[in-house]
């Protein structure tokens, strides 16, 4: 006798936000806008790094975050190769009702993001530090 097959939803998916060093994840609907994304994203930013986010190490580099009252874009980015960052991002074109289903994006997708500001072109230049290993001798 076969058995009875049942459509599995899929649930949230878990998004990996980052900028410079830092990875923010984000659990978020396959069909949650990204316009929730981003204010989710930012409450947490605010919330956690009041200072800015350090965009390198070496050299010093620091990215405020924009407050609420601030005029700014988010610009979002995905990995050209995801197995290779060397290849660098591909700016993801948002509509503020677009989901993260809509643009294909699965669970643990590693997302770039930039603030710009007033007249800012958006770009597909994102800053983000991934972690490098030392080699032992």
């Given amino acids: 006798m076969p058995r009875a097959t049942t459509q599995v939803d899929d649930g949230p998916l878990s998004l990996r936000l980052k900028h410079g060093i830092h990875t923010i994840f984000i659990l978020a609907e396959p069909t949650q806008p990204f316009?929730?994304?981003t204010e989710e994203?930012?409450?947490?930013?605010?919330e956690r790094y009041p200072e800015g986010l350090t965009t390198s190490v070496v050299p010093p580099k620091t990215t405020p975050v924009p407050g609420a009252d601030d005029e700014y874009q988010v610009s979002y980015g995905i990995l050209k190769a995801p197995t290779d960052p060397e290849q660098g991002w591909k700016?993801?074109?948002l509509?503020?009702?677009?989901?993260?289903?809509?643009?294909?994006l699965k669970n643990n997708t590693v997302i770039a993001f930039a603030f710009l500001g007033p007249g800012e072109t958006p770009t597909a230049t994102f800053e983000v530090e991934f972690p490098e290993l030392d080699d032992e001798e």
Avoid at 41 to 46: C, G, P
Avoid at 95 to 104: H, I, Q
Wanted: avoid cysteine; charged fraction near 40%.
């Fill in 91 to 93: 700016k993801l074109s």
């Fill in 35 to 37: 316009s929730k994304i």
């Fill in 95 to 104: 509509e503020d009702d677009d989901t993260p289903s809509a643009k294909g």
């Fill in 41 to 46: 994203l930012l409450e947490v930013l605010r």
